[in-house]
């Protein structure tokens, strides 16, 4: 495996652009996550285009960069695979972003047709927010307090990407680490939760669009994003018939079918190990 200069350039730059930033909630160096998550990539396997791409994943979202101007430095592949980890409208403003629970819909559907060399970036992120959110919250339960989206929508998130991940790359390491952190996670977020988001002012046309993007290529009878939403559609008086849903889907739910309504439950998380069971993982309130 080939290490050029260009990797060194890219560490200088990314230290340069995320110089001033934290992370959430903590005093640590943004840089860090950085790269812990191309120390990841290298170690899954990754090639010095991904793990430059690893050290810029949020230079388009946090540093206002845009695609041009990491293509620029480290050509248009590199490029690609940042645009390909950022979640805001490619033409969003410099610093604009829409509500958390849309860009993160759209993002998951978004997955299916994105390239391995991608989502190998997006695994490796994914996988250090998750370990770095357990062993935080074993520390400090109230730390979900600081996510925009608190304990149930940050577990609601990660338990969905893994899902997705795991599907497209069984054998990475980061997918599997993601797994070992999900079992602390809750294994579904309550409406309470949903109704956050609804307060969070989400708006009509942004829930709808939530739904339709996750009902798009959601694979699985009871879609949790669109779940979600329609609670916090119907917490608002807004009439849901008036959302598209395909026919399957329909049908799927309304089935009274044992192994129907089974295949619903993937969203569970599997039971602590022995192990586990006494290092008081974090649970919602």
């Not at 995320?18 to 790269?35: E, F, T």
């Not at 388009?60 to 409208?89: L, N, P, Y």
């Not at 490619?90 to 610093?95: E, I, L, R, S």
């Not at 577990?155 to 893994?162: D, P, T």
């Amino acid at each position: 495996m080939t290490i050029t200069h260009r990797y060194g350039e890219a560490l200088l730059w990314a230290e340069a652009l995320h110089r001033n930033q934290r992370r959430k909630g903590k005093a640590v160096p943004y840089i860090s996550h950085l790269i812990s998550v191309s120390a990841l990539v290298w170690e899954d396997g990754g090639n010095e285009d991904q793990a430059i791409a690893a050290l810029l994943h949020d230079a388009i979202e946090d540093a206002d960069q845009s695609h041009e101007s990491i293509a620029a430095r480290f050509g248009g592949t590199v490029a690609d695979i940042v645009r390909d980890c950022t979640d805001t409208r490619p033409d969003a403003a410099v610093g604009e972003k829409e509500p958390w629970l849309l860009r993160k819909t759209r993002y998951l559907a978004s997955l299916q047709n994105k390239p391995l060399t991608s989502l190998l970036v997006t695994a490796a992120d994914k996988a250090h927010n998750a370990g770095d959110m357990v062993l935080d919250a074993r520390k400090d339960p109230t730390m979900w307090s600081k996510f925009n989206a608190g304990l149930e929508g940050s577990a609601w998130y990660l338990l969905r990407m893994h899902q997705e991940l795991v599907d497209r790359l069984p054998e990475s390491r980061s997918v599997h680490l993601t797994k070992q952190c999900k079992r602390f996670f809750p294994a579904w977020p309550t409406k309470s939760w949903c109704l956050k988001a609804n307060q969070q002012k989400l708006g009509r046309k942004a829930i709808q669009s939530a739904i339709r993007a996750s009902n798009s290529n959601s694979f699985h009878c009871n879609s949790q994003a669109s779940t979600l939403c329609r609670i916090a559609l119907r917490s608002s008086r807004i009439n849901v018939s008036s959302v598209d849903r395909p026919p399957l889907w329909r049908s799927r739910l309304a089935s009274k079918n044992k192994a129907q309504r089974s295949s619903v439950r993937v969203f569970a998380c599997p039971p602590l190990a022995k192990s586990a069971q006494g290092s008081n993982p974090p649970r919602s309130s």
